[in-house]
């Protein structure tokens, strides 16, 4: 039997957090269409059914696409009687005042109200809308979510854990000379630890060879700082995960990102490995190659 398909429908009132309910379908792994043209709807529909690869749907509907909500309703409502598709409406709402402040604050102008007061444009979408709320599964006000509270709820009511993207850490090793990774969230500077670059037999190894791995784990001060490094890292991931981070970039550094960052940077990706899916790099183990190679 094939696996049913998850459909959310994502709308409500401009300003109230449809921007961000979409990134966090997105972390989820939904795929994201923002209000498709209506003569759009067969052909898309057509494609995710042939499709074995999309499996979660999330479409945004608002006051621009009312005709593309009552279109996609009436396809929805056959397909789940069938049984192929699971389907839910989400519909975001927030009060009047909160939505002048929020228009206020952003001196953005309501779609409704272009040359007017904002508060005429929202009363006009909250009655255009009003359809839309009242077929709505769930209703979530914004008033006083933030973004990350918004992201928080819509994970625990549309998250499944064996099928959205796992959480992943990603373990890089570099060399300082050639700069800090743009992308790292946690840098540690490992430099400190004696280099094996001035031991001739290993000069022009690297940390992934046995030899150098194992000078560098049998240095008196490597133990006692993996061991509370690795504990820092046990304690924190747990924390990065609860509040909503998809991934987690881990840099390890040494002067040439040859020998100690990476020997570190195997290991560490080992250890974490036992619990986190982790992919392990090496940006510059052979920068000195190439240079020597250039020159």
Request: charged share 25%.
């Amino acid at each position: 039997m094939a696996q049913q398909l998850k459909l959310v429908t994502i709308t409500g009132m401009s300003g109230a957090g449809k921007t961000v309910a979409m990134q966090s379908f997105e972390d989820l792994g939904y795929f994201v269409m923002d209000n498709m043209p209506p003569k759009l709807l067969p052909k898309f529909w057509q494609l995710v059914r042939q499709s074995g690869n999309v499996k979660k749907v999330a479409l945004v509907v608002d006051l621009r696409s009312r005709e593309f909500f009552d279109d996609l309703q009436e396809m929805l409502a056959i397909s789940s009687s069938a049984g192929t598709v699971d389907t839910s409406v989400l519909f975001l709402d927030a009060s009047d005042a909160e939505l002048v402040a929020r228009y206020k604050e952003t001196r953005r102008a309501h779609p409704l109200a272009m040359d007017g007061r904002v508060l005429d444009g929202i009363h006009q979408e909250r009655s255009l809308l009003s359809e839309m709320k009242e077929r709505a599964d769930l209703v979530i006000n914004t008033d006083s979510l933030t973004p990350r509270q918004l992201r928080e709820t819509i994970s625990e009511r549309f998250d499944t854990q064996d099928e959205h993207a796992e959480f992943h850490v990603e373990v890089l090793s570099f060399g300082y000379k050639y700069g800090l990774p743009i992308d790292a969230d946690i840098v540690m500077d490992v430099r400190f630890l004696p280099n094996p670059y001035y031991v001739p037999e290993l000069k022009a190894l690297t940390g992934r060879d046995q030899a150098v791995y194992d000078y560098v784990m049998a240095q008196p001060a490597t133990e006692s700082f993996y061991s509370q490094f690795l504990s820092l890292l046990t304690l924190t991931l747990p924390g990065y995960q609860k509040e909503g981070k998809t991934s987690l970039t881990i840099a390890i550094g040494c002067t040439g990102g040859q020998h100690r960052s990476v020997a570190i940077a195997e290991r560490l990706g080992k250890d974490l490995g036992k619990n986190y899916r982790v992919h392990v790099s090496h940006r510059d183990v052979n920068k000195r190659k190439e240079t020597v190679n250039r020159s």
